[in-house]
């Protein structure tokens, strides 16, 4: 057991990940990180001497990160005073802001991106086959990446499976997909090592009489056998 590992601290994921894209660097990074930690008890923002006595940095350095985080709009940093007395407080809102505005923007890039890779898909279907393609059919392929949950790219994988063995057809390219599946191919590159096994063993087959025939759509896998 990671004794000390384990012990949590409530770290955002999408800082650990995407810190670039916030435009900060491993240093400063490391200094959101002390801040964060420290937020889970207080706000009142510590000295630029307490910050660095934990680091390898010196206090003027430390001061001129903090400095820059607030241009750039990560951190904020409030003075107030009661009794005659002033203190500091920090607030990692306008962080958590970012991260939520980024995370929105990856969201809508992948959503884009899909639309983009399905409609290509679409196309292909169409060009392939020489025609419009029918309501059923697009249920098919949706069906094929929503429910089945096979990627775009081992779609076209199948595809191609399908124009080698010039046998265009819904029917033989869900064979298809669904023989992958039962041999757990989850990439293109899996896809290849099924055909070239595949082709091993058809070359086999020229030597031994009666030996099963690959067939996808009838399900006569000699894989099974």
Known sequence: MLQFINQQLAVPKGLIKDYTKLNINETELVILLKLVLISSETSEMPSFEAIAQETSLDENQVAALIQGLIQKDILTV?????????????????????????ADKMSNNDSIEKQMNFTQLFERFEVQFGRPLTPIEMQTLTHWIDTDHHSVELIHAAMDEAVVHDKISFKYIDRILLNWKKRNVKTVDDSRTVRKDYQQTKQFTKTVENFPVFDWVNGENPYDK
């Open 78 to 102: 409030t003075v107030g005073h009661s009794d005659q007395q002033y203190s500091e407080h920090f607030s990692l809102t306008p962080l958590d802001e970012q991260l939520s505005e980024l």
